[in-house]
C-alpha cells in the first residue's frame, strides 16, 4: 500500500487513529502503546501532530524523523512540537511503552506556555533521543501518573493546574537526564565539539567571505547531522557558548584581524565579511567588543 500523509489535530481524532476509547480530556491524553494495546496501519503513515508529544517506546523496526531512520532498538524518549511530521514503517513492532499528548491551548495561557522554548529537545532529531535508566523512568512513571490521575477523574477548578505543574515538573527530570546523557557520552560529544570547531575554522579561513555568505546555525548542524537546537546545547554545555556565539565570535575575530591589518573601510570590511548591509555589521561588533567598528580601529 502506498504512504499515506495524515494531519491530526485533536486528540480526539488521535484516539481515532489508534482505534482507543474517547478521551476523558479534550486537550490531553496518555496512551499505552505496546502488547498490541492499539491498533497500527499495515502501511507506512506520515502524520503531522497539532501537539506536543513525548512517546517513551521499546521497539523493532524503525521510524523516520525528518529525513532520516532511526532504530528504537532500545527504550528512548522521544519529544515533538506541534506541527513536526513523523513518518513509521510497517514493521513497526511496539514491545512496550506509552505516548503523552497534549495540545498547546492547554497550556498557552499558563507559566509552562511561555517555557517551552526553553525545553529545546522537542526540536532534536530521532538520533537524538533520549535514553533513560530504569531508574529514570521509573521518576518519569510517577509524573505521567499523576497527569492521568489528575485527567481521569471529575475536572475541576484545580485540574488544569495540577496537570499543568506535574507536566512542567516532568519535562525538568527529562531536561536533567538530557545533561546526564550529554556528559555520559563525553567522549562522543568532545570529537562533536573538535568537528564543530575544524568546520567553522575553515568556513573562516577564506580572506573574504563575499562568495559563501554568512553561515547560519543550521549550515553547521546539517554538515554534521544533527538538529540545530541539539548542536547548540551540546556546544552550551561543553564551551559555555552556542553555535550562533561562535559564529559571531568568529566574526568578531576576523574583523578585529582585518581592522588592524588593514586600512580598507568598515563597509568594505562589512561586505567582505559576507553583511549585506555596514550598519548590521557594525551593530554586532559594537554589541560583542564595546566599541565601534572605526572606534575599535583608532583604539589600537
Given at each position: ?27 490531553i ?12 496501519p ?40 506541534p ?22 491551548d ?38 505521567l501518573?499523576?497527569?492521568?490521575k ?6 475541576d477548578r ?104 588593514t ?38
Amino acid at each position: 500500500m502506498p504512504e499515506s500523509y495524515l494531519a491530526i489535530e485533536s486528540i480526539s481524532e488521535l484516539h481515532k487513529f489508534y482505534g482507543v476509547a474517547q478521551p476523558r480530556h479534550p486537550l490531553i491524553t496518555v496512551i499505552e502503546m505496546g502488547n498490541n494495546q492499539v491498533e497500527r496501519p499495515k502501511a507506512a503513515v506520515t502524520c503531522c501532530l497539532g501537539f506536543y508529544t513525548i512517546f517513551c517506546k521499546k521497539f523493532t523496526g524503525s521510524i523516520q524523523y525528518g529525513h532520516s531512520y532511526y532504530d528504537f532498538s532500545e527504550g528512548s524518549l522521544m519529544f515533538t512540537a506541534p506541527g513536526q511530521v513523523v513518518t513509521s514503517s510497517p514493521e513497526l513492532h511496539i514491545e512496550e511503552g506509552w505516548g503523552l499528548f497534549f495540545h498547546p491551548d492547554l497550556i498557552n495561557t499558563c507559566a509552562l506556555g511561555r517555557k517551552m522554548a526553553s525545553y529545546t529537545f522537542f526540536n532534536y532529531e530521532a538520533n537524538e533521543a533520549l535514553h533513560v535508566s530504569e531508574d529514570e523512568k521509573r521518576v518519569l512513571t510517577a509524573c505521567l501518573c499523576n497527569i492521568r490521575k489528575e485527567y481521569e477523574q471529575n475536572i475541576d477548578r484545580h485540574t488544569n493546574g495540577l496537570i499543568q505543574s506535574n507536566i512542567e515538573l516532568l519535562l525538568n527530570y527529562c531536561s536533567r537526564f538530557y545533561d546526564r546523557q550529554f556528559y555520559t557520552r563525553e567522549k562522543v560529544n568532545t570529537d562533536v565539539v573538535q568537528q564543530f570547531e575544524k568546520l567553522i575554522k575553515d568556513y573562516f579561513a577564506p580572506e573574504t567571505l563575499i562568495d559563501i555568505g554568512l553561515p547560519n546555525v543550521g549550515y553547521f548542524a546539517s554538515r554534521m547531522n544533527l538538529s540545530p537546537n541539539y548542536l547548540s546545547d551540546l556546544l552550551q554545555r561543553f564551551t559555555g557558548k552556542t553555535t550562533l556565539e561562535h559564529i559571531h565570535l568568529q566574526l568578531v575575530d576576523k574583523a578585529r584581524s582585518l581592522l588592524w591589518s588593514t586600512q580598507k573601510p568598515v563597509s568594505e570590511i562589512a561586505y567582505m565579511l559576507g553583511f549585506e548591509h555596514p550598519s548590521h555589521f557594525s551593530r554586532l561588533f559594537k554589541s560583542k567588543t564595546g566599541h565601534s567598528p572605526s572606534g575599535y580601529r583608532h583604539s589600537n
